[in-house]
């Protein structure tokens, strides 16, 4: 595996803030050769980028910390003109106590982390992805949102006047939120009892407000995911959310250099336990957490309707391996699967472009 440090001629750290950028230029050796900060919007990318022809006029790339949030703007201008971007984690900072922290030595950081590393990482992509991804996270707070208000209304249900209490505790929970949301004012009762019908009411109309909106953009999500990856649907266990939260961590063809490497990413590849005469793995459990949820979900809805699924957990399970680990190894398999669909899809396409244009 060569390093990044072989092919380049500097590197151009970035730290990213809401208002400010902070940029190094390092050799391939790691030593710093200029720095400079830019203002975070269009001409402070501008201003970046004459500062990294001036001091790198050769071979360059940039490495820039938080590109899915504050660094985003500057990775998708830096890609339009053709510059190579990679992206760092977060630096590590000094183990001791009153250890240095500025702008500008985050910058160094992530340039020396871009040169150290044997896997340099693709930013993801924005466009198509981005428009899955911003749903996928309206939808998830408004999920979140409508189970907090269930939670209030249940809460206000309990500690209601006993009349109203007996009234809505034989009902099932879509029948409570329909009937408190219909409820009328009865000025004939105490306050108390008016106050309480009141707050059912709007805790029960938000809940179906939240609801409603958490459906449209389910809807959204599956006319996207039919337009751009229709196979993932086709898989088994498969749903517009899993395959949304697959693109999304996928991002774009050549991201992930092997299908192992995708596993990782996603949680699901067994990592060395063995010790002494023991010889086994255990769950990973770093990665994309949201990606890991996804395949957790996919093998959870094999496991109960497919045959098959179920006859190579047991086929697992005889082999020694408890339910957790059998249920691993399956998770490893569906990440397969899915990731060869995806490689699939984008050979096909690739194959097209030259007959559109």
Known sequence: M???AEHIDGVIGVGTHRDTLAAAVVSPVGAVLETTDAPAHGRGYRRLLDFARQHVPGRRCWALEGTGSYGAGLAAFLEDAGERVIEVCRPKRPPVRGGRKTDMLDAIRAAREALATEHVIQ????????ALRVLLATRQGAVHASTAAVNQLKALIISAPDDLRSELRRLSRPQQIARCAGFRDRPALSLEHRMTIRALRSTAQRVRHLQTEARELENELLQLVRQHAPELL???????????????????????????????????????????????????RGGDRQLNRAMHTISLIRMRLDPATRTYAARRVSEGKSPRDAQRCLKRNICRQIFKALERRSQSDAKELPQAA
Do not use: Y
């Open 2 to 4: 060569t390093m990044l």
């Open 123 to 130: 930013p993801r992509k924005r466009g198509e992805r981005e």
């Open 234 to 284: 086709e898989l088994l266990g498969v749903g517009p959310i899993t395959a949304a939260q697959i693109l999304v961590s996928w991002s774009h063809p050549g991201r992930f250099r092997s299908e192992g490497a995708f596993a990782s990413f996603a949680g699901v590849a067994p990592i060395p336990a063995s010790s002494g005469l023991t010889s086994k793995h255990r769950l990973n």
